[in-house]
Nanobody, 114 residues
Framework: QVQFVESGGGLVQPGGSLRLSCAAS????????LGWYRQAPGKQRELVAV???????NYADAVKGRFTISRDNTKNTVYLQMNSLKPEDTAVYYC????????WGQGTQVTVSS
């Protein structure tokens, strides 16, 4: 089963940027469609960005134009560049397979506040 370790979160002011990283271990990383998810307090986990084989990407409306997902198959790593951050982006961010059927990591906390 594919496993994930997220990093790169922190406290940032509104309008700021962060780059999240997710290191994956498991079988044949390059064949999987991968996603970044987030879960805010009191809310359900939501899928915010997906990257499929061949580099095709898709984003939730709430982050479109501000977030960019990318992957490096040589490093078994997926990234999320987050720009123009808003307080409503505050959440724990996770990566997983697009299906959500990989093993969930601890996530990385992103807090957007002045």
């Amino acid at each position: 089963q594919v496993q994930f370790v997220e990093s790169g979160g922190g406290l940032v002011q509104p309008g700021g940027s962060l780059r999240l990283s997710c290191a994956a271990s498991g079988y044949m990383f390059s064949i999987y469609a991968l996603g970044w998810y987030r879960q805010a307090p009191g809310k359900q986990r939501e899928l915010v960005a997906v990257i499929r084989t061949g580099g095709i990407t898709n984003y939730a409306d709430a982050v479109k134009g501000r977030f960019t997902i990318s992957r490096d198959n040589t490093k078994n790593t997926v990234y999320l560049q987050m720009n123009s951050l808003k307080p409503e982006d505050t959440a724990v961010y996770y990566c997983n397979l697009e299906s959500g059927l990989g093993s969930w990591g601890q996530g990385t906390q992103v807090t957007v506040s002045s």
